[in-house]
């Protein structure tokens, strides 16, 4: 599918001759970013789903009963004064 995008003279030549030093064209790199930032939500997606599915393979946790402490022991501590 072509593309018609409007850029300045200057930028152009500047991206053309530093895609020359890199064996590649202007065309190849905006096609290369397009592509990353079109899949860009759909990696952290499946980032996301994969960290989840870990979650729930863990056995970390407080057990099955759950936690066994109150607010009151958690915050049960000396105040430190100056």
Known sequence: MNL???IAEQTLKRAR???LTENTSVNAVVRDFLDAYADHRSAAREATDRI???ANQSE???GPEG???TREEIYDRPV???
């Open 4 to 6: 018609t995008v409007t």
């Open 67 to 69: 936690r066994t402490w």
């Open 52 to 54: 989840l599915e870990l």
């Open 60 to 62: 970390a946790g407080s």
């Open 80 to 82: 430190f004064r100056r």
């Open 17 to 19: 001759m530093r895609a």
